[in-house]
């Protein structure tokens, strides 16, 4: 990132925090090299990432009315989904107590009655099970040195599936190492009818695990996709290129 300017640096326990500005985008990061989010200030409601642009693959198979986010980092979820339907009641759940004051502070983070801030511990916050179920769970749990190995744990998925509606989803996003992790598909597969992943160009492996099976075709999740693109205003057809079921 040697041609942006460093615009905010602070410290907390679990490492370095700096944010980043080249002009036209903000770049939240947590180590060396390392684009946690990524904000088009003209257009933050696009996602610079591709993992986080398929993890919206999930709007294909619903219109959730509630989601939790677990991992807040510069809100790039947020603003997606909010373009996708203001009304959708959000609860974002972050470790980091700077994080969030960051994400407010420099990445224009859409507050509002319907988005709901939590500074904990998700899996803490999952253990409590103490807010109303959802139509969504996303994760995007990460650290300095990477994923946060709770996420792919037995005990992690049990909770999210507890968290949900019955006919509710989860996104989880991981490492394409991940695609090969039959211990993780044996979790899901425990709680979900329907499991299906995307392996983005970023090298991440984007999970998507339903509670009941879904009546999509390709010719019909295309056609959706085509739709799903207007609405949030990026195309979603290299990402559904790479999308199938996990099995």
């Excluded at 980043?20 to 990061?29: K, P, Q, Y």
């Excluded at 989010?37 to 959730?64: D, E, G, W």
């Excluded at 019955?166 to 039959?182: F, I, M, P, T, Y």
Aim: proline share 3%.
């Amino acid at each position: 990132m040697s041609d942006m300017k460093l615009l905010h640096e602070t410290q907390d326990a679990l490492g370095p925090i700096r944010v980043f500005d080249d002009g036209t985008a903000r770049v939240l990061s947590f180590g060396d090299n390392d684009e946690q989010s990524k904000l088009l200030k003209a257009a933050p409601h696009i996602p610079q990432h591709t993992y986080v642009q398929a993890m919206l693959l999930i709007l294909l198979f619903c219109r959730p009315k509630s989601a939790i986010v677990l991992g807040l980092g510069g809100g790039a979820l947020i603003h997606a989904l909010r373009r996708f339907d203001a009304g959708i009641k959000l609860s974002a759940v972050e470790l980091r107590e700077e994080v969030i004051a960051l994400a407010k502070r420099f990445f224009q983070l859409p507050l509002g009655k319907k988005l709901n801030i939590i500074h904990q511990d998700a899996n803490q916050f999952l253990s409590d099970a103490g807010h109303k179920k959802v139509d969504v769970i996303f994760a995007d749990m990460y650290v300095e040195k990477g994923i946060d190995k709770g996420q792919v744990s037995a005990r992690f998925i049990g909770h999210c599936a507890a968290q949900l509606k019955a006919d509710g989803h989860l996104v989880l996003n991981c490492w394409k190492e991940h695609s090969q992790d039959r211990e993780l598909l044996a979790h899901l597969q425990v709680h979900f009818k329907e499991v299906r992943a995307c392996l983005t160009g970023g090298g991440n492996w984007v999970v998507f695990a339903a509670k009941v099976p879904q009546d999509a075709t390709a010719s019909g999740l295309k056609a959706a996709a085509q739709d799903l693109s207007q609405q949030l205003d990026f195309a979603l057809g290299r990402s559904l290129t790479r999308f199938g079921p996990w099995e």
